[in-house]
């Protein structure tokens, strides 16, 4: 019985019914293939992977919570099997919007009128008012003509590049787009292009080679990349889409309410209103609740209305999570310190990191997210023991989710952190470094 080795270790017998997995030696890219008739024989060894990291009591996903995802929250403690408190700094809430009293106080009101959920497809029985009007505000908000409510944000790219690049055409993507991106490409069909992250140069090689050879191009990329915390060259890849013939897309969902001078995003942020063709974005983000969307211009957004089958084929999302978008819009427009303060936040975790010694990046940061690269996938877990013992919550990213020399911590700021949260936060993180030998003690 053997897997299909990464390239993180030659290959080897696993010898699982001994029980003899060592979790230190392997990652989940070795369980996606496995040489065996049975279908479920790499559900076997993946068990037993698994269960082997939590002996080693280094495994941290999964951690349920016991109260709303503030700043502080409570966490039944993997270790212990007990209720504690931690400073998270995993959360992508970033304005904190989750827990405003006038967003639950809008969920609360929708919930006696419309129910726990309505049932059905949008076509069909699945769509209330308020969500006409949640998509005349979004559309206001990325300055386009419409947009569109999908249940979630996978589901909006999903759908919106499945819907769109068909046979004849072809997506342009940044290596480092979200997976719903990659899924979306996978799914409509058609053709697809990966160019190295935020070269332009190989963008432009890209856009040439297609220029005569396929129809439709669509340059699909990440505002702000979710892994890396760093933006898409916007400004550029209009112009050269511009140039080629292409359209763009441009996926906001880190940006809508980080960036821009009213939290509209990458667009807003480069001034590119109303030049990007399309824009999705995502309420479990800043807007604190569950759901996406894509605008563009009326015809685009129709035709995915009508074509995209993920939200052709799935249930109209809840009244309740719209009333709460609604009035996380609504927060997010009146109270614009709240951007400020997230702002102020994220450039003292960043400086303070990045003063004890530690290479953060992006530096200077250019979203609410911050990646401490540690490059080795049992480094990583250890430390996320001591990181996780110190009492903060923060995500730990291995090896194959980015490459191996790239496995990190990635910190996602919110406006609701205190100064002593951020302290906290960068004990723990300096006494994690000393001890493996990521800082100097001086």
């Not at 309505?118 to 998509?135: F, I």
């Amino acid at each position: 019985m053997t897997l299909t080795a990464s390239s993180y270790v030659a290959p080897h017998k696993l010898l699982v019914d001994e029980g003899a997995i060592d979790s230190d030696h392997y990652t989940m890219a070795d369980f996606v293939e496995q040489d065996d008739p049975d279908l479920f024989a790499k559900a076997r060894s993946y068990y037993a992977f698994i269960e082997d990291w939590k002996r080693k009591k280094t495994h941290f996903y999964l951690r349920r919570l016991l109260s709303a995802c503030r700043n502080r929250v409570t966490v039944l403690d993997n270790l212990t099997d007990r209720p504690r408190e931690m400073i998270m700094m995993g959360s992508n809430n970033y304005l904190g919007l989750s827990t405003h009293p006038k967003v639950i106080e809008a969920g609360q009101k929708a919930l006696a009128k419309y129910g726990s959920g309505l049932c059905g497809a949008p076509h069909m029985n699945g769509l209330c008012d308020l969500v006409r009007e949640l998509e005349v505000r979004l559309a206001r908000l990325k300055s386009c003509e419409d947009a569109m409510v999908f249940s979630t944000g996978y589901s909006a790219n999903v759908g919106s590049v499945s819907a769109l690049i068909r046979s004849k055409d072809v997506a342009l993507m940044d290596r480092w787009d979200h997976a719903s991106i990659i899924d979306g490409c996978r799914l409509s069909g058609g053709n697809f292009r990966a160019f190295r992250h935020n070269d332009m140069g190989h963008l432009e090689t890209l856009l040439q080679r297609c220029r005569h050879k396929f129809m439709g191009k669509l340059v699909v990329v990440d505002g702000v990349f979710s892994m890396d915390g760093d933006l898409a060259p916007l400004p550029e890849i209009v112009r050269l889409a511009r140039l080629y013939g292409a359209r763009v897309l441009v996926d906001d969902a880190h940006a809508t309410g980080v960036l821009g001078s009213h939290g509209g995003g990458t667009t807003d942020h480069f001034h590119l209103e109303g030049q990007v063709d399309l824009v999705m974005g995502t309420f479990s983000k800043s807007l604190g609740c569950t759901g996406g969307f894509v605008a563009g211009n009326k015809e685009a957004v129709h035709y995915i209305r009508y074509y995209a089958r993920s939200y052709m084929f799935s249930a109209g999302i809840t009244p309740a999570v719209v009333a709460t978008a609604l009035a996380a819009l609504q927060v997010m427009e009146e109270e614009p310190e709240r951007r400020k303060q997230l702002w102020e936040n994220t450039r003292y975790l960043h400086d303070n990191l990045k003063a004890m010694g530690y290479t953060v990046f992006p530096s200077p940061p250019e979203s609410a997210i911050l990646i401490i690269t540690i490059g080795d996938n049992v480094k990583l877990r250890q430390m996320s023991r001591e990181i996780h013992e110190g009492g903060v919550f923060v995500n730990a990213v291995p090896y194959p989710a980015v490459p191996l020399e790239k496995c990190c911590f990635r910190f996602s700021v919110m406006a609701t952190h205190t100064r002593d949260d951020l302290d906290r936060t960068l004990d723990v993180m300096r006494k994690a470094g000393l001890e493996h030998g990521l800082l100097h003690a001086a």
